[in-house]
């Protein structure tokens, strides 16, 4: 990508930067739709359990692992982003994520295929993560939450792309060409992006917002994130969002075929209703974060979230469209925050250590991620169904208004202002 230094004659993708900009949009989302491919792994559950003779629980093995390392590698990654710069990194990730698919199509054990596809795989995507949005939260300073919200779709909506196609593979050349295809395809998708994903000149503002820049340049954030209140508001409801909203995603099929005893394909096929919510409520949310104060977005969140255990707190068998729209909130809230948190990140803490504060921020996604998708599972084989488990759903929901409210907000004690770094 050809960048002039001149802010007259500043160009992203041959375009004036002001227009070129809104190109790194979907390229972003490009990356991450390959990176969220780890999330369609169920499409090789079912060949993989016949062919290697494993139970369902060890085909779900690698990826858990991949969803671990993809959490734990996030907060890592973002330290060595200004390092190693935006390209580099996303060119590391991509080659990782790529050879985990292509190790993982030669193996045969599923110990080894832990290795390949959870640890290699899930490590690339934690690399690659969160530099896209690195990128457009540059580029948007005037709308950071909006541009962070609609890069982060892709991610989201990646399994209504990638696991058809993968299907479709799989029937066609049956599993391990499969991944070895995607592998090569993710690879090449990647590193041809990487190339595209550069930062602007520090302190680059779009012309139309140029008179607004030395407001945001005379901003203070909090000198020490581990000493503000308003991170530890941030990690707690992050936490508490994503481990709802992940307890719901894990038995949402389940739920509607135990409790509304709906068609199992029909449970199956609602899930993709599901994924669209979730896409849809990222640049929602992003957006409605860059305009209102945080903690009023994310108590709206909660609520939504509480309605939501109530209508399943009730539900009786048949009630399809209570299923629904339930499922619907849960689905819409989870992506709603995983908008929010980079944004709320973003407006918190100094927008130069951007990477290194989201990525421990991030954190909580994987607290939640573990927590919650083992706590449905012992609730449902302690009581003998999953009502119970919408009960200490609804009771973290109020934990997070409560918490939202209370330290959700800015916090200026030691401050520093971004001229000061």
């Not at 909506?157 to 295809?181: E, F, G, H, K, W």
């Not at 041809?192 to 140029?210: E, G, M, S, V, Y």
């Not at 992050?238 to 099929?253: C, N, R």
Request: aromatic share 12%; with cysteine; charged share 10%.
């Amino acid at each position: 990508m050809k960048i002039l230094t001149h802010k007259s004659e500043l160009k992203v993708l041959g375009l004036p930067a002001d227009q070129g900009r809104w190109l790194l949009l979907p390229l972003g989302m490009s990356v991450l739709l390959c990176l969220g491919s780890i999330y369609a792994w169920s499409v090789f559950r079912k060949p993989l359990e016949s062919e290697l003779n494993i139970s369902a629980t060890e085909s779900l093995l690698p990826f858990t692992v991949a969803l671990v390392f993809y959490a734990a590698l996030m907060p890592i990654a973002g330290f060595y982003i200004s390092k190693l710069g935006t390209r580099t990194m996303t060119a590391i990730g991509g080659i990782i994520v790529g050879c985990g698919y292509l190790l993982s199509s030669f193996v045969h054990q599923i110990e080894m295929m832990v290795l390949t596809y959870g640890v290699i795989a899930g490590t690339g995507v934690g690399i690659a993560y969160g530099v896209p949005m690195v990128v457009v939260s540059r580029w948007f300073p005037d709308q950071k939450g909006l541009a962070v919200g609609l890069t982060i779709v892709g991610f989201g909506l990646s399994p209504l792309i990638t696991a058809p196609l993968a299907n479709q593979l799989i029937d066609i050349y049956t599993v391990r060409p499969t991944l070895r295809i995607l592998g090569i395809i993710f690879t090449i998708v990647i590193l041809a992006i990487a190339c595209t994903l550069k930062l602007p000149p520090k302190d680059w503002h779009p012309q139309r917002d140029f008179a607004a820049s030395s407001t945001i340049a005379a901003r203070t954030y909090p000198a020490n994130l581990f000493k503000s209140r308003s991170f530890y508001g941030l990690w707690i409801c992050y936490a508490i969002a994503t481990l709802i909203g992940l307890s719901a995603i894990g038995i949402s099929s389940p739920v509607g075929e135990e409790m509304i005893n709906i068609d199992p394909k029909f449970a199956a096929s609602s899930v993709a209703l599901f994924a669209v919510f979730n896409g849809m409520s990222r640049p929602l949310f992003g957006w409605l974060s860059d305009r209102l104060q945080p903690h009023r977005v994310a108590i709206a969140s909660y609520t939504l979230i509480l309605i939501a255990c109530i209508l399943m707190a009730n539900a009786q068998p048949g009630q399809v469209a209570r299923y629904l729209i339930a499922f619907c909130l849960f689905w819409f809230c989870l992506g709603g925050w995983l908008a929010m948190a980079p944004t709320i990140t973003l407006r918190f803490f100094h927008p130069d250590q951007y990477a290194q504060n989201y990525g421990i921020v991030f954190t909580a996604y994987g607290v939640g991620a573990l927590v919650g998708t083992l706590a449905t599972g012992r609730i449902r084989d302690w009581l003998g169904t999953y009502t119970y488990a919408f009960y200490p759903m609804a009771l973290l929901a109020i934990v997070g208004i409560i918490v939202a409210s209370s330290m959700l907000k800015y916090d200026s004690s030691r401050p520093i202002t971004q001229e000061s770094l």
